[in-house]
């Protein structure tokens, strides 16, 4: 894994520029992560965002003692303008050298801030690619954000990814295909219709 501070700020603003193209009729449409619905996935990149910025600050709480759950969330009205302010907001606070160290809490669980920072841009890659794909937008990445989407979940060991069981892939796929699929997701994900 890199051991040094990833700038949050591409994958965060990655997210940004794509919530023009999502019209309101698609809140409801599927997203690769099943059973999740495009309105459930930006709620959920909103909360992880607010709590991600909680966790750089090392302010324990609500937001940074729930366990993430992405079916569940109920997109707030007015999410076109609180998304981006809690993705700025999270970058904001993952510029500070200080969350880079030390322990802080996510998800309801104690951990370094190293760690924490790369599960944190970990979230903003594989969400992303999720809201592009199920959305018809293009998605691309930077190479050292996907080599550490690879680490960190490769670093789970014998234990599933959070995001689902790794999905099988060439050695020699493209990047891109290895990260999202040792995220558990295919590839090759298409929504129907």
Not at 116 to 133: F, P, Q
Not at 158 to 173: E, K, L, M, N, Q
Request: net charge negative.
């Amino acid at each position: 894994m890199d051991t040094q501070p990833l700038d949050l700020e591409p994958a965060a603003r990655r997210i940004t520029a794509q919530l023009d193209a999502v019209d309101d009729g698609a809140l409801g449409a599927a997203t690769p992560c099943p059973g999740v619905t495009v309105g459930a996935l930006l709620a959920h990149i909103e909360g992880l965002a607010v709590a991600f910025r909680d966790a750089a600050r090392k302010e324990p709480g609500p937001a940074t003692d729930s366990a993430p759950s992405v079916e569940s969330g109920v997109l707030e009205t007015g999410w076109r303008t609180t998304l981006p302010i809690a993705l700025d907001g999270m970058v904001a606070a993952w510029r500070v050298p200080d969350a880079w160290e030390g322990m802080t809490r996510a998800g309801g669980v104690d951990l370094p801030g190293q760690v924490a920072g790369m599960v944190a841009l970990n979230e903003l890659v594989l969400h992303g690619w999720d809201l592009a794909k199920a959305t018809g937008q293009p998605f691309d990445a930077e190479d050292a954000h996907l080599r550490n989407t690879l680490a960190l979940l490769a670093d789970q060991g014998d234990d599933p990814s959070p995001f689902g069981p790794p999905v099988p892939v060439a050695d020699d796929a493209p990047l891109l295909d290895r990260a999202v699929a040792r995220g558990g997701r295919r590839p090759d994900w298409r929504p129907e219709g």
